[in-house]
Structures are given as C-alpha cells and as structure tokens.
C-alpha cells in the first residue's frame, strides 16, 4: 500500500498538458487558457465622458456659476468635430469622445440650459468626470495569464480587447468502462442478484465536471474475453477509467485482463479508506486508473486522483498549498493507518465558525449520504481521537452549474 501523497504524485507524473486549440470567445468558457491574451486595441481609445452633461474647459468655470456658449453636441459613437474655445460649451453623452480644447465634464444635474447657452452652477475639478485614453487597458497590456480557466469576465475583457479567438489547451478524451455481472443500465427493469449501474454516469458527470470529455463504453460483465474485447475501446482516448473488478476477488478481472492486453501496473492498493484497490498504470501509452465498485469508493477516488490529473492534462497551474478546513461538530474516533475520507455536510455557527458534520454511517456503498454531503473531512492515517470542535482538514465539492 501506498500513501495517498506517493499515489497522487505518481498520477500527476504520468500526465502532461494537453495540445493547444483555437476556439472562438463563445466557445470558451470553462476552457484553460494555453496563451497569455494582450489587448489589440487601448480602452477607451480616445478620452471619452463618463456622464451626460456638457463639455467645457475647467478654466472657464472655476468661478460658478458662469454662463457659457453651447456650440455642438456629441455622443457615443460621434465624434465633434470642432474644438471648445473659451466661453464654449459642448452638449456631450456619456461614452462620447471629449472634444478638443474640453478637459472637464460638467454633469447635466448642475446645469441649465437656455437659448444656446449654458449655466455652469457647480465648477469641476479638471479631468473631471474624463475617462483618459488607456483607463481601463493599454494595447499590448495583458488581460487573461495562460493557465487560468476561463470566466464569463475573462472572456468579457478578451472580447474587449479585440481578441476573438482563443488558445485553449484540448479537453482530455476519458474512456470510462463500468465492469460487474450484476449491472443494469439505469432504466432497465432488474432481476434476481442485478443493480443499477451508477458509476459510469457518476464517472461521466465527474469528468465533464473536470473540464473533460467523457466516453461511457457501458458496462462489461466479468468475463475476460468480454472484457478484453472492450479495452480496445480505449483506443484515442487521453485516459481510460474502468470502474469495479479491481480488487482480490475471483471476480475481479482488470489487472489480469489488461495486463495481457499491454497494462504496465504503476501501483495498486492506496492507504485511503474509501478506496483501497485502485490500480492506476498505462495501456499502450495511455494512464489508466482501475477505480473500486463501490459507487462512493469511485467518486472519491476520483476527487482525489483523477480531478488534479485532469485539470494538468487541461493546462492549469497546480493550486495552492492552502487546505480549507472546518471545525469538528462532534467527536471522531482514533484512525487506523489508512487516511480517512468521511462524508460530512457543513453548516455555520452563528459566529461564522465552519462546522462539519460527519455522517455517522460511512460504508462505501452509500451513495445517497455521499450525494447529501458538501465535503469530505479528511482524517491522516493514525490520527488520534479528535473532540468536537477540533479543527479539521477538510475537501470541499466545487459547487455551481458542473458542480462535482
Ligand atoms: P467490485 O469493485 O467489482 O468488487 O464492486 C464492489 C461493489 O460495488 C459491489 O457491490 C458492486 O456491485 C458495486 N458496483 C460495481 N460497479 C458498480 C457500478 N457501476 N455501479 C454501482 N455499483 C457498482
Ligand atoms: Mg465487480
């Protein structure tokens, strides 16, 4: 058995970055960017006004109220084409382009307008109310750092900066193969001994939550020449996952399997409660990670494992060493030497305090309390009895549309 740190660090290794493509902005969101973005264009490209109101020469208004000649007007999208002399001032809206000899925008409030004059009653510092040429970005200024996952703001300053176009690194293809007599697809009616398979939709889910692309090769009984017919199914994918029969029974056929069909074994057996028999190793070039039945045992298999190794496939920088955490709603007894991933929900004391709740039951099997939970708390391996308000290291699901 390999601790959980070993394991993670052997799955990151066998994985890089994937090649870069083109998509367009609309295309884009959730994607990873591969280029840093430099703006095309300066925003705004020329001083433009930021309110309604008049253009004027602060000089002419220090003293309010003083009365001025209105000689044009222009808004957004129009440019004046004459200059603000002393005693002038020009109608102006905001995004408009502030005309030549103005420095100062008096807003439309402190003002009043008759027979082609105007009252400055308030007087504007200089620049007031001014969007100076370059406020917001300079052409060349970078905008979005290769590396990051895409947002709707991102995406916002890309169009911005006159950038349709992005480079992204390539969703990772994952090949997901669910192994077991007993599974029926959901939907069937099930006989004697059957279950519904979850884990090829969990898995799925999972991966396109990560930013992939999943390939649901179905279920496969436990049956080698079976299954050996759907290894191949691998073929092209960036990685391939197969769900169950990994473990020491009779009945568990993957190592043996595909190892005949070329499967390099990098290791099997993690010191993780869920999780135990995962087999993680290479097929033909491609990483392969042999997840455990169990449908909690697969899912947080894959939190801790295949969700880092997919956002490095996609091109994102690793996070940061903070670990989130939460205190203790009640006590948790001494650990064994596996590490502990207990399915917790969350709430808040009404100080703010984080605290977690594990569940009381934790078997493996238990999707609906894996399902109702908001976070895992880990628990090192041999780690002592801990007391109801200790605090406790915790991982959190990402929540939101693709939440996991
Ligand atoms: P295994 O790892 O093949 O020994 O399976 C462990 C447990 O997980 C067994 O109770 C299986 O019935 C169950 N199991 C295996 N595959 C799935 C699946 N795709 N969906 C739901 N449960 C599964
Ligand atoms: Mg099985």
């Known amino acids: 058995m390999i601790s959980v740190e070993q ?118 510092k200089p620049g007031r109310y001014v969007r100076p040429a370059g406020l917001d970005f300079k052409s060349g200024d970078v905008g979005v750092k290769s590396g990051r996952r895409l947002t709707a703001r991102d995406l916002g300053l890309a169009a911005a900066m006159n950038v349709p176009w992005l480079k992204v690194h390539r969703r990772p293809r994952v090949a997901i193969l669910s192994t077991g007599d007993e599974l029926v697809m959901p939907g069937s009616a099930i006989g004697p001994g059957q279950i519904l398979s979850s884990n090829g939709i969990s898995l799925s889910a999972f991966v396109v939550a990560c930013g992939g692309e999943a390939i649901d090769l179905g279920i496969v009984p436990d049956d080698r020449k079976a299954l050996a017919a759907m290894a191949g199914g691998a073929r092209g994918a960036d990685m391939l996952i197969t769900s169950g029969g ?68 996609q091109g994102l920088k690793p996070a940061g060493d903070a670990k989130p955490s939460a205190v203790l709603a009640k006590p948790l007894p001494q650990n064994d030497r596996r590490q502990d991933y207990l399915r917790a929900t969350l709430s808040h004391r009404k100080d703010g305090t984080l605290l977690a709740t594990p569940f009381a039951k934790q078997d493996s099997s ?33 929540s939101g549309p693709a939440g996991i």
């Not at 890089?16 to 295309?27: D, H, I, S």
């Not at 238990?366 to 406790?392: I, Q, Y």
Request: with cysteine; aromatic share 4%; glycine share 10%.
């Open 7 to 124: 394991a993670l660090k052997r799955v990151l290794s066998a994985v890089a970055a994937l090649p870069a493509e083109q998509v367009p902005l609309a295309r884009a969101l959730g994607r990873v960017l591969a280029e840093d973005v430099a703006a095309r264009v300066t925003q705004p490209p020329a001083a433009v006004s930021a309110m309604d109101g008049y253009a004027v020469r602060a000089a002419d208004v220090a003293k309010a109220p003083a009365v001025l000649k209105v000689v044009g007007k222009v808004q957004a999208g129009a440019v004046f084409k004459g200059k603000v002399a002393r005693g002038q001032a020009v109608r102006i809206f905001t995004g408009a382009p502030v005309p030549q000899g103005a420095d100062s925008i008096v807003i439309q409030e402190d003002t009043e307008a008759a027979g082609g004059k105007v009252t400055i009653k308030e007087a504007p």
């Open 366 to 398: 238990m999707l609906a309390t894996l399902a109702h939970a908001d976070c895992l708390v880990v628990r090192a391996p041999n780690a002592p009895a801990a007391k109801s308000g200790e605090r406790v290291e915790i991982v959190p699901f990402p």
């Open 246 to 313: 990994a473990s020491v029974g009779e009945h568990d056929l993957v190592q043996e399997v595909l190892g005949k069909q070329g499967l390099k074994v990098d290791f099997w057996k993690i010191a993780i409660r869920p999780g135990k028999p995962l087999i993680f190793g290479r097929i033909g070039g491609t990483p392969m990670l042999g997840l455990p039945g169990n449908p909690v045992s697969s899912l947080v298999c894959a939190l801790i494992f295949l969700k880092p190794a997919l956002e490095k496939m």
